[in-house]
């Protein structure tokens, strides 16, 4: 810590309180929909059978991340706890690695603004926080820009340890997600315009070396793409509407418009007080490329192609529309009044993120764990009476992630209600049933009214409701003394 400089010490804090919000509750909250669908792809037999079947064929992402989940889970169990941990630690790991691709970029000070508004956005804590491809894509491209920002701007000769940590960050990417792929192109692409003789050699070497290392995702790669993308026909996303990067720079902040309109204030002011930019008009325009042209491929092509355009994919880049936005803190030397500014911007995006946004009770995706408690605690409630549980989930295995868990044992009699031979399936189990309290919950899946209606034939008292996000439980009852549950009056039809 002796020779670090005083900007330097005040990154080790910043990090230090992006760990600390990155690891808070990690682990209490509900497997999403899509890690619950990855822990399922990985139950094969073999690691070959799980390339095939649970990543070429039944996924739209490279088999980096997948891969790494079966060695991890093999050594480390499925527990949330277990699974989760490197994607937070890679989380925490590209806020230090933002402070060190912002020094490149546009110097400590600036860096250090930028790093401080980075670690509190509720943005990349979420996707730290999830195990999925976003916390390793959003690593290796920083860890890509960082290496190629010491290549053509900070070392003034090749050193072959840049070129070392460009190769692992590109083809970090290139196995982590498409959009990280895609961004470590566009820094690849953009090395081009600044290298010459030589070390332009060597830069395409590094090149070469990335898609030789590339070659055993070839073949996923072109089954995948073969396929089309989220949307069309069969998709379930739709294409993104004229305001969508205005949306998503809103949801890179917070959703908070005050917070959006602060941090420009603060950008502008800055510009004020430190009017000596020398030097920067081309860094700045780089950063802001780097920002925005995976956001126009997604929107384009969402428009143009099949909808493709989500925040998460947007991740990768999103970094350097802040590196962008606080490029004109450029003080002379670090006083007081930088201390204020850097603490003052950790603790306003904290409070937003924390206190204004509420992001550790909110629910961001649709919880298994609480319908699989709920659905076990009213049948432990009612067994007197006799239950019968149904549940609406995509694929048996998520609600089974946690249903497993509970004592006694919680059975289903049907896992997806949502087509007509579902109906007509839920309407024998509702006919046949000798229960007196019938039990049935749903998430991330289309919950239909004909649902609540087969029940009510044969189960008219609804006497418990639990709502979630995107997800909810429901008890019905044969005996109207258990205590109804008021429903709403149409006060029109």
């Given at each position: 810590m002796k020779n670090l400089s005083l900007?330097?010490?005040?990154?080790?804090?910043?990090?230090?309180?992006?760990?600390?919000?990155?690891?808070?509750n990690y682990a209490d909250w509900s497997m999403s929909n899509d890690e619950l669908s990855a822990l399922t792809r990985l139950q094969f037999d073999s690691f070959g059978e799980m390339?095939?079947?649970?990543?070429?064929?039944?996924?739209?992402?490279?088999?980096?991340?997948?891969?790494?989940?079966?060695?991890?889970?093999?050594?480390?169990g499925l527990n949330e706890t277990a699974v989760r941990l490197p994607f937070v630690v890679l989380g925490i790991g590209s806020v230090w690695l933002f402070y060190l691709t912002g020094r490149n970029f546009f110097g400590k000070s600036s860096a250090l603004a930028a790093m401080a508004v980075f670690a509190a956005l509720q943005f990349p804590i979420l996707y730290s926080q999830?195990?999925?491809?976003?916390?390793?894509?959003?690593?290796?491209?920083?860890?890509?820009?960082?290496?190629?920002?010491?290549?053509?701007?900070?070392?003034?000769?090749?050193?072959?340890?840049?070129?070392?940590?460009?190769?692992?960050?590109?083809?970090?990417?290139?196995?982590?997600?498409?959009?990280?792929?895609?961004?470590?192109?566009?820094?690849?692409?953009?090395?081009?315009?600044?290298l010459r003789g030589a070390e332009l050699r060597k830069y395409l070497l590094c090149g070469v070396l990335m898609f030789l290392a590339y070659i055993?995702?070839?073949?996923?790669?072109?089954?995948?793409?073969?396929?089309?993308?989220?949307?069309?026909?069969?998709?379930?996303?739709?294409?993104?509407?004229?305001?969508?990067?205005?949306?998503?720079?809103?949801?890179?902040?917070?959703?908070?418009?005050?917070?959006?309109?602060?941090?420009?204030?603060?950008?502008?002011?800055f510009g004020r007080l430190y009017p000596k930019q020398d030097g920067l008009r081309s860094k700045r325009v780089m950063a802001f490329l780097f920002f925005i042209l995976p956001a126009l491929v997604a929107y384009f092509y969402s428009i143009l192609k099949n909808p493709v355009?989500?925040?998460?994919?947007?991740?990768?880049?999103?970094?350097?529309?802040?590196?962008?936005?606080?490029?004109?803190?450029?003080?002379?030397?670090?006083k007081m009044r930088e201390t204020g500014i850097v603490v003052a911007l950790l603790v306003l995006v904290s409070f937003?993120?924390?206190?204004?946004?509420?992001?550790?009770?909110?629910?961001?995706?649709?919880?298994?764990?609480?319908?699989?408690?709920?659905?076990?605690?009213?049948?432990?409630?009612?067994?007197?009476?006799?239950?019968?549980?149904?549940?609406?989930?995509?694929?048996?295995?998520?609600?089974?992630?946690y249903s497993e868990r509970i004592q006694?044992?919680?059975?289903?009699?049907?896992?997806?209600?949502?087509?007509?031979?579902?109906?007509?399936?839920?309407?024998?189990i509702v006919d046949t049933s000798s229960a007196r309290v019938f039990i049935h919950g749903w998430s991330n899946n289309y919950h239909a009214p004909e649902t609540e209606l087969i029940i009510a034939e044969k189960f008219p008292f609804l006497i418990?409701?639990?709502?979630?996000?995107?997800?909810?439980?429901?008890?019905?009852?044969?005996?109207?003394?258990?205590g109804r549950i008021a429903e709403p009056v149409p006060v029109y039809s």
């Open positions: 900007e330097d010490k005040w990154a080790v804090l910043v990090l230090l309180v992006a760990a600390v919000l990155r690891f808070y390339i095939q079947k649970g990543v070429r064929d039944n996924d739209m992402h490279p088999m980096g991340v997948q891969s790494f989940l079966w060695v991890w889970t093999h050594w480390f999830l195990a999925r491809p976003y916390s390793p894509g959003l690593f290796f491209s920083l860890l890509t820009a960082y290496a190629w920002s010491n290549i053509v701007w900070v070392n003034k000769e090749w050193r072959w340890r840049d070129g070392i940590l460009f190769i692992l960050g590109a083809v970090g990417c290139m196995y982590s997600h498409y959009f990280s792929f895609m961004f470590a192109g566009f820094v690849g692409l953009a090395g081009l315009i600044y055993p995702n070839v073949d996923v790669f072109i089954a995948q793409f073969s396929i089309g993308g989220l949307g069309g026909p069969e998709g379930w996303l739709g294409p993104p509407g004229k305001d969508a990067l205005w949306k998503y720079v809103l949801y890179g902040l917070n959703d908070s418009l005050w917070l959006l309109l602060v941090l420009v204030g603060v950008a502008v002011l355009f989500q925040y998460s994919i947007l991740l990768f880049s999103f970094p350097f529309l802040l590196l962008w936005l606080f490029s004109w803190f450029q003080p002379a030397q670090w937003s993120t924390v206190v204004a946004e509420r992001f550790y009770s909110t629910q961001f995706f649709a919880p298994f764990k609480d319908v699989a408690e709920k659905c076990g605690a009213y049948q432990e409630k009612y067994k007197s009476k006799g239950t019968v549980v149904t549940v609406n989930v995509i694929n048996k295995n998520y609600i089974h992630y006694p044992s919680l059975n289903f009699s049907q896992y997806i209600c949502n087509q007509t031979a579902h109906y007509v399936e839920l309407k024998k418990e409701r639990d709502t979630f996000f995107n997800a909810g439980v429901m008890v019905y009852s044969k005996d109207s003394t258990l």
